[in-house]
């Protein structure tokens, strides 16, 4: 049994969200956590852990919306933290990758995201490109931990993010011919790993090219145990209690 602790279902990607559940619980994909980036997936995240009972809730606003954003979109996720399933404040973040024009805006948002996370003492979802530093010296001002999303940086960057409190999520990238995750996380002890898809997004080797989904945590998840060597049973139940540890499942 797995849980997918990132991805993003929402209508917008997939014709039938039933199916692609059962997949992933016949997968043995038990729980998710669904991950809102801006206001109209946020609201979708409220509906959809309302229907599902396994699936979770993360709202925030992502840096890709930093353009268009409002303030009474953060108004909205303030007034929504009280439902029991929305468990983190995510995807939130940096992303310098296409431009760094607008980089004091992202950290003005980054920040206000971050200030909610810390007064309503809820983990954080973080996805960081290429901002490595940035997002380091920003977290440190808050009394925050959760996940790194999609940590893909050096063996340095993952000690520092540990030694912060911080988990590493882990998806289909590590499989991907031209990674050189797999050394770094050979290197860094299970317990500070969790398993996610990002779907629909980064589906692992040997299906890259198509639409990822939950049920691909499976493959992921086969991958790591064969790279630590142990069981699949033991990176289940190690990831697991790492997920209980970081979120209120
Ligand atoms: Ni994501």
Redesign the pocket.
């Known amino acids: 049994m797995f849980i997918d602790t ?1 991805c ?1 279902i929402f209508k917008e990607y997939y014709e039938d969200i039933n199916e692609i559940l059962n997949n992933a619980k016949n997968n043995g994909i038990t729980k998710f956590i669904n ?1 809102g ?1 801006d206001k109209s997936s946020n609201k979708e995240v409220l509906t959809l852990i309302d229907k599902y009972e396994n699936m979770y809730g993360a709202i925030g606003i992502h840096p890709e919306s930093v353009d268009t954003y409002k303030e009474e979109d953060l108004n909205f996720i303030t007034s929504h933290l009280s439902h029991p399933k929305i468990i983190a404040i995510g ?1 939130i973040g940096l992303d310098y990758h296409y431009t760094k024009e607008n980089k004091a805006e992202q950290i003005k948002l980054f920040e206000k995201n971050l200030k909610i996370a810390t007064s309503f003492n809820l983990p954080v979802i973080i ?1 960081s490109r290429d901002a490595t530093e940035d997002t380091i010296n920003i977290l440190k001002k808050y009394p925050v931990t959760g996940v790194i ?2 940590f893909s940086g050096s063996l340095e960057t993952a000690q520092i993010y540990i030694k912060m409190g911080f988990s590493l999520g882990i998806n289909g990238v590590i499989t991907f011919k031209n990674s050189k995750l797999k050394e770094v996380i050979k290197k860094i002890p299970l317990t500070n790993l969790v398993l996610e898809t ?1 779907s629909p ?1 980064l589906t692992p080797e040997p299906y890259r090219g198509t639409k990822n989904e939950p049920a691909r945590i499976l493959d992921i998840a086969k991958y790591i145990a064969n790279l630590k060597e142990i069981s699949l049973e033991d990176l289940s139940k190690i990831t697991n209690e790492n997920v209980k540890r970081i979120f209120d499942i």
């Open positions: 990132h993003h991950n980036c995807e996805h999303h999609s990002d997004y």
